[in-house]
């Protein structure tokens, strides 16, 4: 039984069936039944592509809403870099941090600051003798997910580090419970803005209990940011973030902290499959490390954004100018706390076979070899599935019938209608 816990959600009722969605969609995970879609969620990876192409706004991410956040806890905002890239003319971050503690926040502990930690133990892990490369970074559950479920050779190439939103999780409760000893750790609430549901789902699905309590959405934050920053007055120098840091918001920006020549970025779904099916083939022999993030632009193209990416991305190169290059070092010695590494390693999980019985799955395999070559194989989509190989196996899997397939029931139609028009002649 699947336990995944998804955070990409359809409404029905806003659904009107057509196929956007079910061709953009990474893993076929998506069939249009009864005048809608419907989601396998066995194989979606909350990437939170059909949010982007659903111009009926039928899909939407799941997440924490604000008023969820609790009253007489110490709360803590963990901002993903994303959001500084949201606004107009700001030229210091600290007015977006002050912003959040206006709204009501404790403390804020930024995301960035994490991830330059996490740089620190990227470059030392890369260090190790005897590891599988290219290391393929982890820091999108995105990728971690996709690679579970369709690259079994590839799964110890994921860099086994914690993301930096756990890592930064985890300092803030730290320091919440230093500055005021009286607390216990339920008493500090952490809240990290994502820009979008995949690390909603990372949350949920951690194999330990996330120390990440809520996660709420970047967009909501963003409105409810607009009525309380101001520049009437100067906020206290309280950013520790660096160009690393920031640069992690967009593609490219965590292989530059690697400092490593043999590297490779890819955004952008496609970009993405089309990256791993050629490591998968060794045909990346010479690269060290790989980052790769399902959003355009990276993780300024989240789905819970605002702005373009692009803007973003370019507001952000522009607060990166006079900063410093790192402000957080994971320090000690070459060795990665335990405490860093992930929970567990990650394992290939292979989607729904077609039968427990081996034999009967094999003649269930030639079965669908034998119907995909009497469709038309033009991926037309009005059958609801994505491919006509698809489409073949749904009809084997007894989701759905033959005549499904509206092509190759006209052309059954046609063939009747001369056949009849031929015996009506003679």
Same mark, same amino acid.
Request: overall charge negative; charged content about 25%; glycine content about 6%.
């Given at each position: 039984?699947?336990?995944?816990?998804?955070?990409?959600?359809?409404?029905?009722? %806003?659904?009107?069936?057509?196929?956007?969605?079910?061709?953009? #969609?990474?893993?076929?995970?998506?069939?249009?039944?009864?005048?809608?879609?419907?989601?396998?969620?066995?194989?979606?990876?909350?990437?939170?592509?059909?949010?982007?192409?659903?111009?009926?706004?039928? $899909?939407?991410?799941?997440?924490?809403?604000?008023?969820?956040?609790?009253?007489? %806890?110490?709360?803590?905002?963990?901002?993903?870099?994303?959001?500084?890239?949201?606004?107009?003319?700001?030229?210091?971050?600290?007015?977006?941090?002050?912003?959040?503690?206006?709204?009501?926040?404790?403390?804020?502990?930024?995301?960035?600051?994490?991830?330059? *930690?996490?740089?620190?133990?990227?470059?030392?892990?890369?260090?190790?003798?005897?590891?599988? $490369?290219?290391?393929?970074?982890?820091? #999108?559950?995105?990728?971690?997910?996709?690679?579970?479920?369709?690259?079994?050779?590839?799964?110890?190439?994921?860099?086994?580090?914690?993301?930096?939103?756990?890592?930064?999780?985890?300092?803030?409760?730290?320091?919440? @419970?230093? $500055?005021?000893?009286?607390?216990?750790?339920?008493?500090? #609430? *952490?809240?990290? *803005?994502?820009?979008?549901?995949?690390?909603?789902?990372?949350?949920?699905?951690?194999?330990?209990?996330?120390?990440?309590?809520?996660?709420?959405? !970047?967009?909501?934050?963003?409105?409810?940011?607009?009525?309380? !920053?101001?520049? /009437? %007055?100067?906020?206290?120098?309280?950013?520790?973030?660096?160009?690393?840091?920031?640069?992690?918001?967009?593609?490219g920006g965590e292989c530059t902290a690697v400092f490593s020549d043999?590297?490779?970025?890819?955004?952008?779904?496609?970009?993405?499959?089309?990256?791993?099916?050629?490591?998968?083939?060794?045909?990346?022999?010479?690269?060290?490390?790989?980052?790769?993030?399902?959003?355009?632009?990276?993780?300024?193209?989240?789905?819970?954004?605002?702005?373009?990416?692009?803007?973003?991305?370019?507001?952000?190169?522009?607060?990166?100018?006079?900063?410093?290059?790192?402000?957080?070092?994971?320090?000690?010695?070459?060795?990665?706390?335990? /405490?860093?590494?992930?929970?567990?390693?990650? /394992?290939? *999980?292979?989607?729904?076979?077609?039968?427990?019985?081996?034999?009967?799955?094999?003649? !269930? !395999?030639?079965?669908?070899?034998?119907?995909?070559?009497?469709?038309?194989?033009?991926?037309?989509?009005? #059958?609801?599935?994505?491919?006509?190989?698809?489409?073949?196996?749904?009809?084997?899997?007894?989701?759905?019938?033959? /005549?499904?397939?509206?092509?190759?029931?006209?052309?059954? @139609?046609?063939?009747?209608?001369?056949?009849?028009?031929?015996?009506?002649?003679?």
């Amino acid at each position: 039984m699947n336990s995944y816990k998804h955070s990409v959600s359809l409404d029905v009722e %806003k659904c009107k069936g057509c196929t956007d969605c079910l061709k953009r #969609c990474p893993t076929e995970a998506i069939r249009i039944r009864d005048g809608h879609a419907c989601i396998d969620s066995e194989r979606c990876i909350d990437c939170g592509e059909c949010i982007r192409v659903c111009k009926n706004k039928a $899909k939407r991410a799941v997440c924490d809403k604000l008023s969820m956040i609790p009253e007489g %806890k110490w709360t803590v905002a963990l901002p993903a870099p994303t959001l500084y890239g949201q606004f107009d003319n700001l030229d210091d971050i600290d007015y977006v941090l002050q912003g959040l503690l206006d709204y009501g926040f404790d403390d804020v502990y930024e995301v960035a600051c994490a991830a330059e *930690i996490v740089s620190d133990y990227t470059r030392k892990y890369l260090k190790k003798p005897n590891i599988q $490369k290219p290391i393929i970074s982890s820091a #999108c559950p995105v990728i971690t997910r996709l690679i579970s479920l369709r690259y079994p050779f590839l799964c110890d190439n994921l860099l086994p580090l914690l993301p930096p939103i756990e890592v930064a999780a985890a300092e803030a409760r730290k320091r919440a @419970l230093e $500055k005021n000893p009286h607390l216990t750790r339920d008493d500090v #609430c *952490i809240v990290f *803005i994502s820009p979008c549901p995949a690390k909603v789902s990372y949350v949920k699905n951690r194999e330990e209990k996330s120390e990440v309590d809520l996660v709420v959405s !970047m967009r909501d934050i963003y409105f409810e940011l607009l009525n309380v !920053m101001t520049k /009437e %007055k100067t906020p206290a120098p309280f950013s520790r973030s660096g160009i690393v840091g920031i640069g992690w918001a967009s593609s490219g920006g965590e292989c530059t902290a690697v400092f490593s020549d043999r590297f490779l970025a890819a955004d952008g779904i496609e970009n993405v499959l089309n990256v791993l099916e050629e490591i998968d083939n060794g045909t990346f022999p010479e690269l060290e490390f790989v980052e790769l993030n399902a959003c355009q632009g990276g993780c300024v193209g989240g789905s819970m954004t605002v702005t373009n990416p692009y803007i973003a991305k370019a507001r952000l190169q522009t607060l990166r100018r006079y900063l410093p290059v790192s402000q957080n070092w994971a320090g000690g010695t070459g060795d990665i706390p335990p /405490e860093a590494l992930t929970d567990a390693p990650v /394992e290939y *999980i292979p989607p729904r076979s077609l039968d427990e019985d081996r034999a009967k799955a094999m003649k !269930m !395999m030639q079965e669908i070899s034998d119907l995909a070559k009497t469709l038309p194989g033009i991926d037309c989509g009005s #059958c609801g599935a994505p491919t006509c190989i698809a489409f073949a196996e749904d009809v084997i899997r007894g989701e759905c019938t033959k /005549e499904d397939c509206l092509i190759r029931m006209r052309e059954m @139609l046609r063939r009747e209608k001369l056949s009849g028009g031929e015996n009506h002649d003679s």
